[in-house]
């Protein structure tokens, strides 16, 4: 069996109290049966607590209630969850215990990651030097699990390893290799539809620097896009929108400068993004053994960098609170995820990036 995770993912420590966006807000979180049973021994007063604030979510599973303001009412006002303060971190449910380790299981593969909706996990990718990956092999020859096509699993392990190493050291801008990952991804995908993943091998598309000042009109279409998306939080589209006003007020030559001030005042942009790509590429390039949507990954991939690259010539310096909130909005809900894939495949590519 082989694991892997991003070489910062040790480094990682929940802030707590200190958090700037706690993570105890606006998800509904629905504890596994063996917490629930847990809470049943839990001292008193906590285990009356406990029992007031778990409800039945609209799908009649029992999860913790939240406030007015989205918060979850175990909360205390020093940002810490009740049951990890007054019982210990050992009694939290095993979502809140991992949250924001992510684990994603093959059979023959487990890999491991940080969600960037964490703000701590965000800075911490912000910060790599680089995206890299350690992997370690335990010798024991597990096959894929039964409803995974080896085949593709080896062809996606193959076409992923190759993107990263283009979007982390290829030669070329972060733009140009973003664009060769999507006309690639399209490429695969007709590949992937005709069993063929042994095509998988083929070279890279050669593409050209895309134009920045043409990139004004998309980058405008796309926030727009994502201010339609089903928010958690309203100011979210408020943003979105107002960033896609400002930014479509700007003349093509105020545009350049406004790019070009944000690339001096943050010169490690390219290499923020970098690591922004590699993650999304780690995290949902593999997703694509279960429907064969490798092209709708990559257009995500070039999506989210595109629309945070935009938002953060607004707000230099709060690249991880952006990023925080485009994972919390897109990449952590489902739906918003398959409705934003599905409208990126409708646009003709590679014109997002
Ligand atoms: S969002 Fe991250 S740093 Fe903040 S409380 Fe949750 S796990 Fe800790």
Not at 79 to 108: K, M, N, T, V
Not at 140 to 149: G, R
Not at 166 to 183: F, M, N, P, Q, S
Request: with cysteine; hydrophobic share 40%.
């Amino acid at each position: 069996m082989i694991y892997r995770r991003p070489s910062y993912y040790d480094t990682f420590h929940c802030l707590g109290g200190a958090c700037p966006d706690t993570c105890c807000r606006d998800w509904s979180v629905v504890p596994d049966e063996e917490a629930l049973a847990d809470y049943a021994s839990a001292p008193s007063p906590l285990r009356e607590r406990i029992a007031r604030n778990l409800v039945a979510d609209e799908d009649g599973d029992v999860c913790f209630r939240l406030d007015g303001e989205g918060m979850c009412t175990l909360l205390t006002p020093d940002g810490l969850c009740a049951i990890q303060r007054d019982w210990g971190e050992a009694h939290l449910c095993a979502h809140c215990a991992a949250y924001p380790r992510f684990i994603e299981e093959y059979g023959s593969l487990t890999e491991s990651s940080l969600a960037i909706s964490c703000p701590e996990a965000a800075r911490l990718l912000i910060e790599a030097p680089r995206f890299a990956l350690i992997e370690t092999d335990d010798g024991q020859n597990e096959p894929p699990f039964e409803d995974i096509n080896p085949d593709l699993l080896a062809g996606l392990e193959h076409s992923r390893a190759r993107v990263l190493a283009l979007l982390d050291g290829g030669a070329g801008t972060i733009w140009e290799k973003l664009r060769i990952v999507l006309t690639y991804a399209l490429d695969l995908e007709g590949f992937i539809g005709m069993g063929e993943y042994g095509q998988i091998a083929s070279p890279f598309p050669p593409l050209l620097e895309p134009d920045p000042s043409r990139r004004q009109g998309p980058a405008v279409r796309l926030l727009k896009l994502l201010s339609g998306l089903d928010p958690l939080r309203p100011s979210w589209p408020e943003l979105l929108k107002e960033r896609a006003k400002q930014l479509s007020a700007l003349s093509p030559t105020e545009y350049l400068q406004l790019r070009a001030g944000y690339e001096r005042t943050n010169p490690r942009w390219e290499r923020q993004l970098t690591n922004l790509a590699c993650y999304l590429v780690f995290r949902h390039w593999h997703k694509a053994v279960n429907d064969d949507d490798i092209y709708g990954r990559a257009a995500f991939v070039c999506a989210a960098c595109t629309a945070l690259y935009h938002l953060s010539l607004f707000q230099p310096g709060e690249e991880a609170v952006l990023w925080t909130q485009f994972s919390r909005e897109v990449e952590h809900d489902e739906d918003n995820l398959a409705q934003l894939t599905w409208a990126l495949s409708r646009w003709i590519p590679p014109d997002f990036i």
